[in-house]
Structure formats: structure tokens, C-alpha cells
């Protein structure tokens, strides 16, 4: 399904071209069987609308696969992959009510209807006026299914009302807007024909077979490729052309490919610690879950040429668990997918794949839901009264129930947490994370939910995944989570995402400790937590990284060896030994290119800008800055990045005209207030500046360095008691930052609080233990 906030991001039809031709039937000679590849997958009427690649790629397409396969492509054949795109105009394909229907929300409302074959819309366009749309694709198909509509440019835009397909007893056959009430305006990036809503981008590549972005910079335009609607085959197992060839000459088995261009997903045995038979199959499980990483993931794409079979971080980059993203204790937040969740399992840990649970072709459960898991946990165990807690029954909640709790995402669309996860109402009111168990007891306290647990399973409640207090900690600016982070980072035992996310926390609580695990952690087995921990080198001085992250330019996943690139982009190539300057030459290139594939997208051209300006290259990172800002004229984060650099070569005036033209397109951009009053002071303007950062600090969602900057201007103005008030202020919703506090110190030292002072250096001194300076001062102050 489409999602609004796409993959970080944490993702293209051109329609005119026409299909190849219909398949002919394909003799292979096989262990002296003929076997027959016939039949195109989809009719003609979808062929008018695909742009197909090149017979070069390797693409035979999915009918080729039935021959041999027959079982496999059936059981594709009705599932969610298959159905994942369509041509609007194939027959069965459309689910929705197209007979003048009308729906309204947010302010918005919209029309379906047909005329002279075409399938139609009537809705905004992007002045807010009323238009007409023809709709050239499906996309998705239960609970929902949405539509696209192929623009002139090539941009397939995703409408903001969908069509509930569930049967009515449900609440379904009706159509819904995405967002509910939510008012969403022309000129928002969520409005379905801005950047946020484009399909070229946000998700197609995991609705279609052999997919090409084709986005032409110098036109603004795509000319998008894909050889298959939907997600076929040849999603999960790669062109299949020279596997045809292996099955030709017979199959030999010394090609271990057996034609593929890498290794095969495939569903292993059940790991024998869980005590069951279960499931037998050949080796090779860690393929698989990579495989289905791809596209049941939150991440973004760095290599256009990542192909099954190849490590999953070759060709993304996923998020870490952040807490806009995830709850603190991991559990899923926003539409994240499920391989970050799975990830977190200890069935992940003890070599479970998705294979397991699902059929890989039908994507459906392999038995029912208590019986699934019953593959490794014992029913007589698990299914009865003495470890649920409740009377087994019709009605009783299963194993999924109390260990995959769901959320509802796009409206309708509920979505299980594959984490796998003993239920912690305990945590519930500490941490603030939901728990199962109040999803049916909403009438009960989490402390009552906490109380049944235990009586029932005794006190010990701690689950697998054990990291959900160091991050709520940390972010709430307690100290005290910095060796926690720290031990948990390189902990062996806790999930890779988890560790990678503990070294980003890490990150605002520097110390000692923290550059030990830093260095520790590039050597990690997980190649996203070396990743991480060198994005978290960064800001250390140029000799520290050179001596730690030369070796990284070698690494064998192109996630951490684009990563060591970015972090050495300033060193000069002539200043290193030959082999170090060509592997890093080389991984520049490739992280060049993995921005350069999306340039689509202002937050790559953004990111090549920074590339550009560690390498000194301050002209193409002007012209990329002005890119991103021709692509989003609204962006608070471009206007930001571009004015900076205007500023730094010396045109301030241009800096703040850019920042002001920023916030006439969206007013409560505080980072874009604060930013044009730190310009404004640079010009000699203290009392406009004032204004801005005042605006600045009373957002909504204050800024622990928009608060300072406003207390330091208040000062400035000769204003000390409300600067006062607003330090505090800010030191109370962010008590772990150090300006803040140190600011609050130096005003009580002005005033002689000699008591508050004393308190606030213990406070100093633990935000920064291995600062001599602050710990000399703090033992300065008390003495008596």
C-alpha cells in the first residue's frame, strides 16, 4: 500500500510506450521432460500502459516461471504481490464504486464516475479548484485499494481517497480519504499532487517487477520503466533469463546460481532450540529475510542495482528506531513496515524467517493463527488458562493477540508488530508505551494489566527486547542513560537496530565511555551498527577519523563504506597512501551515486550539497541547495541549509530574503524564525531578531536552542528577569542540555546564588563527567 510518509526516507510510469510481444511458447530441454513456459501474466489491455525494459536486464517476466513452477506461480497468482499494481483498464481490476459516486472530507470532496471507457476523477488540482482526472492504475488491493493518475510529466500522483474493500458487515465498500478530516491544502506536500503524494518515489518500486526510476533532471520529468505490474517473480529471485539458460543445458549442478546473477531466498528448517519439527527446506534463511527487507521496510535506496540475493544493506539505508518512528521500547509508531520489528524478535535472533509463518508465494499464513506458532511452542503449554490468563474459548485472545499487537494505519488498514513481544503494562506508565493488554481492557489502568501479569507469571516481566528505558531516558535528557547506552551499543545479545539506535542516542551524551564504545562499535558484526557508529563520528577532530576510519572504505557492505566516505569527504586524497586514497575516491563515488539516483527528491539533492561542501566544492553545492529549493519551495529545512551558505560566503541580505521567502510559505517553520533571527543579529537588527526568536521559542513543539537563543537576545536587551524564566523554562523541558544549564549557572553566579550555582555545576558535571574544568568548578563551589 501507498504510504503518505514514503521510505526515507527514510520511493514511475511513463504510459505511452507499448509491451513486447506477447510470449511464444518456450521449448527448455529438462531432465528429458519438455516443459512449457506460456501465457503472458497479465491481458493486453495492461500492455498498453507498460513501459517495459530492455531484454538485456534479464527479464523474462513471470509467465516464463509457470512451466516448471506451477504450484508456486498459482499460489502468486492470488496473492497481495501479484495484485500489488494493475492497469486500470484490465479486466476485474478496479474494486471501486465508479457510478458517480461522491465522498468529501477535510474540507475536500471528489467524484468517481466513467466516460467513454475511462475510469475518472473529479477533485482539486493544485489551485484548490474543482478538475477533472483520468485514473491510469490500481495500487493495492485489500483492505484498500488505491489509484494513480500518470501526469503529462510522467509524475504518477496517489489520490488522497481510497476504496475500503472489505465487505460492508466490515464497514467496507466505501471510500475514505487517507487522512481523515485532516485538512490537507494545495501547496501542502501532502496534497496529492505534491512531492510527498508522487509514486515515481515513494513506493512503486515495490509494486512493480524490474523497476527504473528514469527521472530526467534536465526536464523535470520521469520516463519510468518496469518490466511486470505488480511484484512478480522476478522481484524476489531476480531476472530469471540465465536461469532459463541453466534449465536448457540441463540443469547442471556446478553452476550454484543455477543461472540466477546472486543467491536465492530460501526457507530453512525451523533452528532446533525450538524443540519442534517444523518446517525442512535447504539452507540459507538469512537470504530470505533480506529479500523481504527490500520492500517490508522503512529505508532508502543507494544502489539502483541491488539485485535478491545481495546483502539487503548493498542497496538501502534503513531508519534506526527513532522516536518519531517507534515507540521508546521499539514498538512500532508510525508505518514502518514489519522487518524493523522482526528484526528486534528473539525468533530473528534464534534464525526464524518470515518463510516460516508465511507462504512466500501466497503470502498467506501457513495455518491458523495460534497454529502457527504452535510450529515451535507447545500448545499444551502456551494455549491454555495457566499461561494466558484467560478461558480458552471462541472470543479468547490467541497467541497474536497478546504478542503482535496491531495498529490501524491509512484508516483501516491493521498492521500486527512482528516484534514478538511479552506484554509490559509495567512500563506502560513510566515509558508511556501502549500495551496489548489495555487494547482490550481500556477500561482498566496499566497498573491493574501489570498486576494480573504478575500474579499470574510471577514478578519477573522483562521481555527480550530490554532497551525501552535507556531511550526514554535519554530523551528525556537524563544523564544516568549514558552508560546504559553505552553497555547496550555493544552488547552482543540485544538486536542490531537496537544497538545502531544506542550509539544515535549516544551521540548527545559525550564522554570518554562514549568515544571507547564508538570505536568498539566499528568493528561490530552487524553492518548497521558500524555504519552508525561511523555517521557518529563525524563531528570528531579530522586525525581521530582518519586513524579509526580509513579501514571502514574497505568494508564489504556499501551502506558502511558509503557511510566512512561521508565522514572522510573533507580529507584531501594526496594526504593518504595510494590504496587509501583510491578506496576512497571509490566510496565517494558511491555515495555520490546513491544521491544522484534520486534527484527527484530535495532531500538527496540536500545531501549532495553537504557531500559537495566537505569536499570544497562550494559552487555545486550552491546549485544543488538552489535544486532542492526549485523542487520544494516551502522547505523550512532548504531555505535553512542555503542560507547558511550564502552567509558564509558573504551574502547575508540574500540569506535572509531567502529564510523570509521560507516562512511567507509556511509561518510556523520555527527552525526558519530562528535561523533569520541569528541572520538578522549578524546584520546589526537586535530588536527584529528578538522578535523572531521569540516566535521561535513560543512554537508548539519548542527548541532547546530556540529557548536559549531568545533567553540570550532577552539579555541582550537588557531584559535578565525574563531571560530567566525562559531558561528555566527550557532547562525544565530539556534538562540534559548543556547550554541551557550553563547559562542558568552563569546567571546565578552574576547574582551570587551561591546555592543555586553549586547546584547547577553537580548538574554541569554530570551532563559532561570528564570535563575538567566543570568537575574543578563543582568541587570549587562545594566547599563550604
Known sequence: MFSSEGRYGPVMIHATARHLPVWIVLTIAMIGVAIFAMMPLLPKAQDRLANHLPAEQGFVGSGACRGCHATQFEAWSGSHHAHAMFAIDRPGAVLGDFGNATTSAGGSSARFFREQGRYLVETSDKAGQPARFTLSHTFGWTPLQQYLVTLPDGRLQVLPWAWDSRPAVDGGQRWFAIYGDEPIAPGDPRHWLGLQQNANHMCIECHVTGYEKGYRPEADRFETRWRELGAGCESCHGPAAGHLGWAARGAPGEEPLKGFPAGQPRVG????????????????????????????????????????????????????LAPDLFEHDGQMKDEVFNDHSFRQSLMFQKGVTCGHCHDPHAGKLRAGRAEICGQCHEPARFSVPAHTGHVTGPGSPDCVACHMPARTYMQIDRRHDHSFRIPRPDQTARLGTPNTCQACHADKPAIWAAAALERLHGPPRKGFQAFGEAFHDSRAGDPGARLVLQALAIDPAQPATARATALAELGNWPALGTARVLAIALADSDPLVRATAIREHESLPVEIRRQRLLPSLADPIRVVRIAAAIALADLRPDTLAPPDAGRLMAALREAEAAETAHLDRPEARMALAVLFLKRGRIADAEAEYRAAWRLDPGSAATAINLADLLRRTGRETEAGSILRAALAR?????????????????????????????????HRQPQARHLYAYALALQSAGQPDQAREILRKGSGLFPGDLDLAGALFQDAIRRGDNEAARALAARLARLRPDDPGIRQLEQRLSRP
Open 269 to 320: 528448517p525451523l533452528p532446533a532450540a525450538s524443540g519442534r519439527t517444523g518446517l525442512t527446506g535447504p539452507p540459507g534463511p538469512s537470504a530470505e529475510v533480506e529479500t523481504c527487507a527490500r520492500c517490508h521496510s522503512r529505508r532508502s535506496q543507494i544502489e539502483a542495482g541491488w539485485q535478491p540475493g545481495q546483502p539487503f544493506l548493498d542497496g538501502h539505508r534503513p531508519v534506526l
Open 666 to 698: 509556511d509561518p510556523d517553520a520555527a527552525a526558519a524564525r530562528y535561523a533569520l533571527g541569528l541572520s538578522l543579529l549578524r546584520s546589526g537588527k537586535p530588536s527584529d531578531a528578538l522578535t523572531e526568536f521569540r516566535i521561535a521559542a513560543e
